[in-house]
């Protein structure tokens, strides 16, 4: 899914270019892996993606969502490991963090992360897919990795789809996995 993710999430205005998630800037692409620069970003941890009924490799591992192109994105490895496990809040007074002099977001404690505004929308849409296609017919709860489900719908509503997360949706969907979000 490496290659995938570096055209689906190709900058629309530098084809030579990738989008990173939470910092939203682009980066010449290149190939992930060890030792590179990103790597891939389950926006639906997978520690949070327990449920009742079946263990996390059942729901999630390596094959149904923990896969699923429409939920993995690119991001630097030290901002993913920022973001780390933390659920999805809305954070006042929290840490504000960048990377390459990029503000990517805030953290509180262990447990919370507010990514910055024009990414709120891309990760509500994606929290909310992965909980209607995955999770949520197996006991997961939405509030698994997000404070709220009213949370992410205001953030779905305030931030709406930008060209690129539009692009990844029609790619997808001519693509190996042939479906879409259809929050988006």
């Not at 939405?142 to 509503?157: D, F, G, P, Q």
């Not at 930008?162 to 001519?174: D, F, G, M, T, V």
Request: aromatic share 12%; with cysteine; hydrophobic share 30%.
């Amino acid at each position: 899914t490496g290659y995938e993710l570096i055209a689906l999430n190709e900058d629309p205005s530098n084809p030579d270019n990738m989008i990173m998630f939470y910092t939203q800037d682009s980066i010449v692409k290149q190939p992930c892996g060890d030792g590179d620069v990103w790597n891939r970003e389950h926006v639906w941890c997978q520690s949070l993606s327990y449920a009742t009924e079946y263990g996390k490799d059942e729901l999630y591992g390596t094959t149904k969502g923990g896969v699923d192109i429409l939920h993995l994105m690119p991001t630097y490895r030290n901002v993913n490991s920022t973001r780390n496990n933390r659920r999805y809040d809305e954070i006042p007074s929290g840490t504000e963090k960048y990377f390459n002099n990029c503000y990517f977001g805030k953290i509180r404690g262990e447990d919370y992360f507010e990514p910055r505004d024009d990414v709120k929308g891309d990760a509500a849409r994606i929290c909310l897919y992965m909980w209607v296609v995955y999770l949520k017919a197996h006991g997961s709860k939405i509030t698994n990795v997000a404070t709220s489900l009213e949370m992410l719908v205001r953030w779905s509503n305030e931030d709406k789809p930008s060209q690129i997360e539009k692009n990844r949706n029609n790619l997808a969907q001519q693509g190996k996995q042939k479906n879409r979000k259809p929050f988006v």
